[in-house]
């Protein structure tokens, strides 16, 4: 048996994008002898999935650890790359991905969802933001999705991560919003003209891009909260969870 390491993201054509991921990857605490690679769902050449899967495999890897680093696991490309990596017979949702070519046995991860080390970094983002935690409340964006179970996981993951961000902070109230089915405009209003809270917005999203920078910003014009724009990445924390995924699944190869 010889481990390796896959870490799967979505990607981006933003190099900085790229970069913030290529560097909490290469802090990564491994063994000399199990070889680690950072690749990506689409649009950075090279470096895709295949190439990831090829790149160990040549390098003799028997059993793939596979991290994928998605916000959640209620994403739809959480469902296509573990049908296309054979860890599940069908995908849940309809796809054009095709089947990688896989010769060793993967061992697939666990999403973000509602890990308290990520909680711990949502609140070192918004925290400078924070001014009377009592009359506040934390209002954590996430993308969501419109498809029926998937918005269900959505849903779950991120609220449990609010919760714990909330606890974290010591603020008043923890809340979440999705930009899909849409949510984020009608969940200000309510905590801020309802509730007379102060609005700390925090985006869930690995790096800094569209989404945090154009569409979040959109849906909160003209409204009274605050909102710094700034994605988990970059964070020390998350080598660290990714570190300890890699070390639960490693147990329980041990152990099985």
């Not at 949502?122 to 993308?143: A, F, M, N, R």
């Not at 800094?208 to 700034?230: P, S």
């Amino acid at each position: 048996m010889k481990r390796g390491v896959l870490v799967i993201s979505h990607g981006s054509r933003d190099a900085a994008w790229v970069r913030l991921v290529d560097e909490s990857v290469a802090k990564l605490e491994l063994p000399a002898e199990m070889p680690v690679a950072a690749s990506f769902l689409e649009v950075v050449e090279g470096r895709l999935i295949q190439d990831g899967i090829d790149l160990l495999e040549e390098a003799g890897v028997t059993d793939l650890i596979v991290i994928p680093l998605f916000v959640s696991s209620g994403s739809t490309h959480i469902d296509e790359i573990s049908y296309a990596m054979g860890v599940k017979a069908a995908p849940d949702k309809e796809t054009d991905l095709e089947p990688f070519r896989v010769q060793s046995r993967v061992h697939f991860g666990e999403p973000i969802d509602d890990d308290p080390l990520v909680a711990r970094m949502v609140w070192d983002k918004i925290k400078s933001q924070s001014v009377k935690p009592e009359q506040e409340v934390v209002l954590l964006v996430g993308h969501g999705s419109v498809h029926d179970g998937f918005r269900q996981r959505w849903e779950r993951g991120i609220s449990a991560l609010a919760k714990h961000v909330g606890e974290i902070g010591g603020v008043k109230h923890a809340d979440y919003a999705l930009l899909n089915p849409e949510s984020v405009a009608d969940k200000v209003r309510y905590w801020h003209e309802e509730r007379g809270m102060d609005v700390l917005v925090a985006p869930l999203f690995l790096s800094a891009g569209y989404f945090t920078k154009t569409t979040i910003r959109a849906r909160l014009e003209g409204l009274e909260c605050r909102y710094t724009g700034e994605a988990l990445l970059p964070h020390p924390l998350l080598t660290d969870w990714i570190n300890r995924q890699i070390l639960t699944i490693m147990k329980s190869l041990t152990l099985s």
